[in-house]
């Protein structure tokens, strides 16, 4: 158990709808990391959140976004749902520090299914 | 722009005999190296890393790795493979520092490692 959690594990939805995934990062982890992983495209780094702000995008598209509360729990929002979307999502957590090279620890995953 | 290949998609071994799967990676400045294997149905496990220091790196359930600066390489090792290493693993990459304070991590396609018994 790494410690991150994410709910749900698995979610089941339609074309156009919108979902929001849900990350808790570990305990003292101030940096959040949210990635896509599908089977064609490998894993996809999207959007990383250090403290309540956006530090780094990636290959995010437009109609997904995220936030980290002040609680340090973030949430990955994605809209306008089309069958390429389904994917495995994950949520990451570290320890920021300038110089360290402090590992990422990785959620379970919510599985997307968009049919 | 950093990158990372595994140019294996899959490796197969024997049980009991030893193991090594392949990365290589670019990134401008100096790396920080990282492996993880992940689980069917389960989310990256992290395994091992370099930062800095003795070329050879051990890690967790027997694996170790050898950074290779010369030819940009951090091939991932087991002397004996065991059936339970059966796993999907992931070869990653950041450089070692970045002034905008990002510490994205940039992962290989990954490789599926089969033991046979």
């Known amino acids: 158990d790494s410690g991150v959690t994410q709910t749900p594990k698995h979610l089941i939805t339609a074309t156009g709808q919108r979902v929001t995934l849900r990350c808790s990062p570990r305990s003292g982890d101030l940096s959040v990391y949210w990635y896509q992983q599908s089977l064609d495209q490998g894993l996809q780094f999207l959007i990383q959140y250090y403290n309540g702000e956006e530090r780094a995008k990636g290959n995010i598209l437009e109609r997904f976004s995220a936030q980290q509360f002040p609680d340090l729990h973030s949430e990955l929002n994605l809209s306008s749902l089309e069958l390429g979307d389904s994917a495995l999502y994950f949520c990451?957590?570290?320890?920021?520090?300038?110089?360290?090279?402090?590992?990422?620890?990785f959620g379970p995953g919510t599985r997307l299914t968009v049919l | 722009a950093q990158s990372v290949a595994q140019p294996e998609d899959q490796v197969n071994v024997a049980e009991g005999n030893p193991l090594t799967v392949k990365c290589t990676y670019s990134?401008?400045?100096?790396?920080?190296l990282f492996w993880y294997v992940q689980y069917p149905n389960r989310g990256l496990q992290f395994l091992l890393k370099y930062i800095t220091g003795d070329n050879l790196v051990k890690g967790s359930y027997g694996f170790e790795a050898e950074f290779n600066k010369s030819q940009t390489s951090f091939h991932l090792k087991k002397p004996s493979a065991l059936v339970s290493d059966s796993a999907l693993y992931f070869c990653?990459?950041?450089?070692?520092?970045?002034?905008?304070?990002?510490?994205?991590?940039?992962f290989g396609k990954g490789t599926k490692l089969s033991v046979i018994p």
């Open positions: 990134v401008s400045g100096n790396p920080y």
């Open positions: 990451a957590s570290s320890v920021e520090g300038l110089a360290r090279g402090n590992e990422q620890f």
């Open positions: 990653a990459v950041r450089e070692a520092y970045s002034g905008a304070g990002s510490y994205q991590l940039t």
